[in-house]
């Protein structure tokens, strides 16, 4: 192999030798560039690295040396030829200790110039097939490098932890979430066995992958790793196995399901709670149904008609709270349907306390009210209605026997606000911390007779804050409550 | 003489109805609508046995009034009947401690109640009381 169509550039101050050489040379087939002094030939030299140099040693102004170390000094793998009338040993050792390929002697013969510049020209191949090699190999070594840190970049910015462990059970590779997830501190290295890394239920999953060969599979579990803390995480380990089924290592991925575990609990909590809430209706309902089978218990009419007008008052009662967890699940999962209208709330309002007024007066209750005219939000007529019933029937259920309500409405900053104040049992300060939540009943002697579903407040309060509103509580305990709800009023106000 | 029962129990309806048929199977009945009020029956009333409703004001808190009777010199040894809504104790083992294992009550009845079991299973328990 060698360089066909080589660029050469020959540089002699003799004219007679640089055409005769570039002569010889383009029948072969290659490019020649000449130059006719030392000057010359270093600036021609040194723009381009041409295939071979074939330099005179002795060019009138230069000695032949400089140019051959100054193309060197540019491109140190040159082929550089030496041209010479005065070839001796000492000048061939000089020159290619200055890194000259090779030296031919004035006079030569055609057949000597070709011999050696088809040895030269063979070597310059080698020398660039070598440099391509090199080139190539540090392409690939830069793209291994980059995929490497792309590859880490990805494994670190994900989420869950992640961990790889060999078959010897070492460490390979982790991401900062895995160290997070499981308190790590100390500083892991590559080669750590995982049995001074992990805690102990961990490292039973991975020997249970190990030991479960052939049949190898994927293992699940749920680890809970500090229990005061409540940190529960899922973590999925499979094993890696190679083409001819033998297990390499393990990759586990460690995610955080803490929250999930939680809101499971909240939501079987709130399943028990909804159980015994509708249970304890139909307990009653049925207890009231046996006393009037039972004609041994010999009881009077009052106490029968006694009976079925508990049993009336729970089935009403089952029926609200059944209602009442249909509206919970709806507003929750946003699929109420509201149609949003300008609402007169002094109307509303007023006409909510009109419809309540018998109980009110069968309760010998004293009514006071202020209510502004002309107070306009924009809101579906059916929620709000809802949070004003809500307001005034817990102020006449929960009062006292004639005692007071006093229901205010005025405009405040931007927003309605409504009051209602009742002389009714009021709520102890632990009371009030748990007034909004699911099921939530102020129970004692004076609250016996009442009935509720103890969803009421909460799907008020779920109301209002679907509104942007808010409310306020401010109770004594056995001397009455006052319930403020601040809604936002229409912009047309 | 007649068996002394307290009903513990803040359902008003439920209350009135088992006390009417206990009453009418020959016990003799007081009754409480709190942990509180029930605890303070129980050193006047000294009944023979308890009927304790599983969750009261919060969850649970049935099985506080059993601990603190279980734990109470005087009242230990009264059998307690415990009323549930939520499938027995499940539900509530985490409540019960000091250890999982340790239960306060002698039995439960589910709700709604059957009151033929519920007169039976009265009597049972206070025979086995005899006995022992």
Known sequence: MKIENAKILVVDDELGMREGIKRLLEIEGHHVDTAETGAKGMQMGSVFEYDLYLLDLKIGDYDGTQVLQKIKSIYPESICVIVTAYASIDTAVETTQLGAYHYISKPFSPDELYHLVNRALERRWYILEARRLREEQERRLLEVAHEKSRIRTIINAIDDGILVINQDKQVVLWNPRFLKLLEIDRKVAVGDSVYQLLPEKLYEQFDRVFDQQPQLKAIKQEIVIHPPAKLVIMVNTTPVINSSGELLGVVSVFRDISELKQLDLLKSQFINMAAHELKAPLSAIKGYIELLIDATLGNTLDQYSHQLDRSRERIDALVNLINDLLNISRIEAGTVRRDIEPIDMSELLQNTLDFFRNDIEKRGLQLEQQIAADLILDADREEIQRVLTNLISNAIKYNKESGAISVNAERNNGYIRIQVSDTGIGLKPEERDHLFEEFFRAKNPLTRNITGTGLGLTILKKIVDSYAGRIEVESEFEAGSTFTVFLPASDTN | ?132
């Open chain 2, 1 to 132: 003489m007649a068996h002394k029962i307290l009903i513990i129990d803040d359902d008003y309806d439920l209350v009135e109805i088992n006390r009417a048929f206990l009453s009418k199977a020959g016990f003799k009945v007081d009754c409480a609508y709190n942990g509180a009020e029930g605890l303070e029956k129980i050193k006047a009333f000294s009944p023979d046995l308890i009927i304790l409703d599983v969750m009261m004001t919060s969850v649970g808190e049935g099985f506080e009034v059993a601990r603190a009777i279980r734990q109470n010199e005087e009242m230990k040894q009264i059998p307690i009947l415990m009323l549930s809504s939520v499938n027995k104790e499940v539900g509530f083992r985490l409540r019960i401690g000091p250890d999982e294992d340790w239960n306060p009550v002698n039995a439960f009845i589910d709700k709604p109640v059957d009151y033929e079991k519920l007169v039976a299973k009265v009597t049972e328990i206070l025979n086995s009381k005899k006995e022992s």
